[in-house]
């Protein structure tokens, strides 16, 4: 079992950057492909990007393509979230998920129901 905690969200005009991490303890953290969800208010969970267990690969949904980037130090035990030029539909609660069972060292889903694990959501909201 592993948790993971998110820090980092806030307040920021659009057009800012915010810096999304989540810290991950227990179980050994490079066996886990993890991902970046996020949940406006009144929407579904929607995916916004993941890396696979051991980095180098990373996929987005396109609505943040070229604005945010993902990457991690299994080193650390954490995986960063780099928002730029956030626009006010960013706003929603940020969730970081981690996938126990990626079916190799490349795997990355984009499927909610697919992560075993997550965070406790960590606000972002991007006035206009």
């Known amino acids: 079992q592993v948790q993971l905690v998110e820090s980092g969200g806030g307040l920021v005009q659009a057009g800012g950057s915010l810096r999304l991490s989540c810290a991950a303890s227990?179980?050994?953290?490079?066996?886990?492909?993890v991902g970046w969800f996020r949940q406006a208010p009144g929407k579904e969970r929607e995916f916004v990007a993941a890396i696979n267990r051991i980095g180098g690969i990373a996929r987005y949904a396109e609505s943040v393509k070229g604005r945010f980037t993902i990457s991690r130090d299994n080193a650390k035990n954490t995986v960063t979230l780099q928002m730029n030029s956030l626009k006010p539909e960013d706003t929603a609660v940020y969730y970081c998920?981690?996938?126990?069972?990626?079916?190799?060292?490349?795997?990355?889903?984009?499927?909610?129901?697919?992560?075993?694990?997550w965070g406790q959501g960590t606000q972002v909201t991007v006035s206009s």
């Open positions: 998920a981690a996938d126990s069972k990626p079916s190799t060292s490349f795997s990355i889903t984009y499927y909610s129901y697919e992560y075993d694990y």
């Open positions: 227990g179980r050994t953290f490079s066996n886990y492909a």
